[in-house]
């Protein structure tokens, strides 16, 4: 009876959307009656309200739909939805400055003369439209009451014309900033979470242990990823769109002709060029190059392209005199307080001196210049035309539509999910032969032909939850979550123009003139529809395009993960197995410098750590030939190993589902208490239903295949020699450069000691003033604690560290022990001499040759302990990174 109910949730949806019922309450509405209908079904034909579900009740599912609403709107960590008006105003105001005018009548003279050069313009605005207002209603309008008369009266092709302003005008869905890109990471930030839970449980059942490696989890994403992952494929897109033009101008040059230039190209041509195109070109840059960078998150960035989209339309709605006064303040003040970042400490926190409280005042200076052009750049905006308001009530009233769907999607998905549909869809998915790429085919397919009748923010918000999950957690293909994103949005793309319902379409015919043929709009979007399924199919083939830009952004950034961190081990290792054997030549005749060196100088147990060091990298490159070894032994036996982990895998998985399945059916047990005619009833239907599940899984078990357990041993031997060589390959590499590094560091800061000698001298000076009563303990306290600091600073001092501490503690607190003190005092200075004398002996005898072995290895053997990634090692790492690893064959 659930799948009867999950076809009636399905049918509700369909028949209220169908009459024009609106979105925002079609989605709740059809799950709340189709829950009611259920528990009212249930209690009228069985006795039990909770018969028809697949567990708990009707009260269970609504709050739990209750509780996802919760999730969307009062998580204060989730923040990303934040975007979503700053973006839509940035994009409302843009429009409502005519800038899509502008860019449209410039283009049209830069690129006129070309063959299809009216159409190219069309796209290029499009792009660049796409990264500034993302508004598809408002580019298609303009662009159809501008460029589609004038390719009308060039005797442009209907089909090319209308399909150029059609496709370009989508672009903004997947040209960064974009509110699906945006959307579509919120969702999927929770679908990483569930698929992270999956695939933990799938290493769990498969394994027996009960923790993952972390570097087999699910790579998360953000708006910022998607924004990054987005830009190549956007660019793509782009480019295949101009190709298209280009050829079908050349192959039928009477259907999309060159125009020729009207009027002079001279310098007030050419500074009309500059104003329309630079500023706009600006605020990308600074948008999206915020993001990029990391200066700036998604949200910081739509904060900042909604005040310079003010700031444009301040002097594009303005023109009279002192029109880009206003500008030119926010400008000279962005300017200023960049120049002034650089020559003064603008930290209120750390200022010290009068310089700096200077430069703190000449910064809140020029930021009251850049409030006055802000607000009065606003202030134009509010009182010409009433922009403002106009612009904000149009935000208020799309950023309210989308968080409104978003809530009720949260109760319709908690009805399918009620009716067990997650538990199907997995099922159905998890089962399809092919795999990752078959699940993945169809997820497309079905999001592509539903294009055809819903809004882009209707997929996104009900399909990318349900399929997502089960996308991400498959561990074969172990696809990103940006890659994911990235495709799903591509394809969304297409619900724009794929009619009856592409909206794109609709915009178009409203103010196109009656010459425009309907027909001429289906016919002219057919072939960009498949350049978008070619897109989609290119950037499927190379998930670099959408991985490599934010894995090097995040390698380059200030936040970058050390080498150490799990999720690089694969490819550091890869870095080193090219690298180290290649150096090998160069290490060891640096290890045997130090080894010939003069070891007298250095104490017993630091001579001892440098011999043991040369042994550990000696035996390193001993730990890199087996682990090269052990990952080809793996890699040789994974073709023949891999088509029976796969079956088994399969079959794994639909007994996990077939037990998900049984222990719902008992769980509804219990709601059939008594021996009442219904009770009964219910129990033997739940037993016999347990029954054939039963049946089911076993029958699945006995389908594994023989010899199983003896591949699986045999290749888990494989993998786990390839483990022991990679831990005493780390073992051996790392704790031995980390002894080189420090004795380095401990010989370089002879000098420092030696520095810091004649402080610590002076405390004998302080002990006897505190002991004669002209100092107070309390202010000798102080100046040892600030040595103290100073000597943590140095490398190698921790005993001294402790001898002064116990200097301190002798004059801290209420009786201050003077006598003490001095002799913790002669301690620290007898110890300092000992440290200044060695290291000063070792600066001459050893630390060159020391010195040289720590930094012809730094990037080798010692590169799991460096901070971060050199640049071409990031850049390498990044590149190896982008490519989507099969780790199924651990599980």
């Known amino acids: 009876m659930e799948l009867v109910f999950l076809g009636l949730l399905f049918a509700v949806l369909i028949i209220v959307l169908g009459v024009g019922f609106p979105v925002a309450f079609a989605l709740p509405g059809a799950g709340i009656l189709t829950i009611g209908l259920a528990a009212g079904a249930g209690w009228l034909f069985t006795g039990n309200a909770n018969s028809y579900f697949l567990s708990g009740g009707a009260v269970e599912w609504i709050s739990a739909g209750v509780t996802n609403f919760r999730g969307i709107y009062w998580e204060a960590d989730r923040d990303t939805l934040i975007a979503v008006p700053l973006f839509v105003f940035m994009g409302i105001m843009l429009q409502r400055s005519r800038i899509a005018e502008d860019l449209l009548v410039t283009m049209a003279k830069l690129f006129g003369a070309l063959p299809g050069g009216l159409g190219i313009s069309v796209v290029v605005v499009g792009a660049l439209l796409a990264a500034t207002t993302g508004v598809v209603g408002a580019t298609v309008v303009a662009m159809g009451l501008i460029s589609l008369p004038a390719m009308m009266r060039n005797n442009y092709s209907q089909p090319l014309a209308t399909g150029t302003i059609l496709s370009s005008g989508t672009l903004g869905q997947i040209i960064p900033p974009s509110i699906v890109l945006i959307i579509l990471a919120d969702q999927l930030s929770s679908a990483v979470d569930q698929a992270a839970q999956l695939r933990t449980q799938e290493f769990r059942d498969a394994t027996g242990e009960f923790a993952m490696p972390s570097q087999f989890g699910v790579t998360p994403t953000s708006a910022g990823d998607m924004f990054m992952g987005a830009l190549v494929p956007g660019l793509v897109l782009v480019g295949l769109y101009v190709a298209y033009i280009l050829v079908f101008a050349i192959l039928r040059p009477r259907s999309a002709p060159s125009v020729p230039i009207e009027g002079r190209l001279d310098a007030a041509f050419w500074l009309t060029v500059f104003f329309n195109t630079v500023p706009p070109l600006v605020l990308i840059v600074l948008v999206l190059g915020s ?11 739509g904060a900042v392209g909604a005040a310079g989209a003010v700031v444009m339309a301040g002097y594009k709605l303005h023109a009279g005199r002192a029109r880009y006064l206003p500008a030119t303040l926010v400008i000279a003040a962005l300017v200023a307080i960049y120049g002034l970042q650089g020559l003064f400490e603008l930290n209120v926190r750390r200022m010290e001196t009068d310089r700096d409280v200077l430069g703190v005042w000449l910064a809140a200076l020029a930021v009251a210049v850049l409030l006055v052009g802000l607000g009065w750049s606003g202030w134009r905006t509010l009182r010409i035309e009433n922009t403002l308001r106009m612009v904000m009530t149009e935000t208020a009233k799309t950023a309210s539509l989308v968080f409104i769907i ?37 997820v497309m397919a079905v999001i592509f032909l539903l294009g055809f009748f819903l809004d882009f923010i209707e997929i996104a918000i009900v399909v990318v939850p349900i399929v997502a999950p089960i996308l991400l957690m498959n561990p074969e293909a172990n696809v990103t979550a940006v890659w994911l994103g990235v495709m799903i949005g591509l394809n969304i793309q297409t619900s724009f123009l794929t009619p009856p319902f592409g909206f794109a379409l609709f915009y178009l015919r409203g103010v196109a003139s009656s010459t425009v043929k309907t027909l001429a709009m289906y016919k002219g979007v057919v072939p960009f529809i498949a350049l978008q399924l070619l897109a989609l199919v290119i950037v499927g083939f190379n998930p670099a395009m959408v991985n490599y830009v934010p894995t090097r952004m995040s390698l380059l950034s200030e936040q970058a993960p050390p080498p150490r961190n799990p999720r690089l081990q694969p490819c550091v290792e890869e870095y080193l197995m090219r690298e180290l054997p290649a150096r090998e030549a160069a290490i060891r005749e640096s290890m045997d410098d130090v080894a010939t060196a003069d070891h007298g100088a250095l104490p017993e147990d630091a001579a ?14 001993g730990h890199m030939r087996e682990l090269v070894a052990a990952r080809d032994a793996v890699q040789a ?45 219910g129990r033997e239907r739940l037993q016999a239903r347990i029954a054939m599940l039963e049946s089911e899984r076993d029958a699945l078990e006995q389908e594994r295949p023989e010899g199983w357990e003896a591949a699986r041993d045999a290749f888990r031997a494989l993998t786990d020699a390839e483990q022991e060589a990679r831990i005493a390959y780390q073992r051996s590499a790392d704790a031995s450069y980390a002894v080189l590094r420090d004795l380095v560091a401990e010989i370089r800061a002879g000098d420092d000691l030696a520095e810091i000698e004649s402080r610590i001298a002076a405390m004998a000076d302080w002990i006897t003033a505190v002991e004669g009563g002209t100092l107070a303990a309390e202010e000798a306290v102080e100046r040892i604690r600030i040595v103290e600091r100073d000597l943590r600073e140095i490398a190698g001092t921790q005993g001294l560290q402790a001898e002064l501490q116990n200097l301190r503690r002798a004059l801290d607190g209420a009786t201050p022990d003077p006598q003490a003190a001095s002799g913790h005092l002669e301690a620290t200075r007898a ?24 930094a012809e290895t730094r990037d080798t053997l010692g590169l799991r302990e460096q901070p971060r990634l050199a640049r071409e090692q990031a850049l390498d790492v990044a590149a190896c990174m982008s490519g989507h690893r099969d780790i199924s064959l651990y599980f």
């Open 406 to 442: 978003l809530l009720g999607a949260a109760m319709l998905i908690s009805a399918f999910r009620a009716f067990g549909g997650e538990i199907l869809v997995t099922d159905y998915l998890s089962t399809l032969p092919g795999g990752f790429w078959a699940q993945f085919f169809v």
């Open 608 to 621: 001892r750590d440098v011999a043991e060091a040369l042994e550990g990298y000696d035996a390193s490159f």
């Open 637 to 681: 036996a994974a073709p023949e190993y891999r088509p029976l982990h796969r079956e088994v895998s399969r079959i794994r998985r639909e007994t996990a589902g077939l037990e998900t399945r049984i222990e719902a059916a008992r769980d509804q047990m219990r709601d059939f208490r008594g021996d009442t005619p219904e009770a009964v009833a």
């Open 291 to 301: 993001i990029i960078t990391g200066v700036a998150t998604v949200t910081q960035a």
């Open 831 to 854: 110890e300092l001499a000992g440290e200044i004398a060695w290291r000063s002996a070792a600066q001459d005898a050893i630390l060159d040759p020391l010195a040289a072995l720590e």
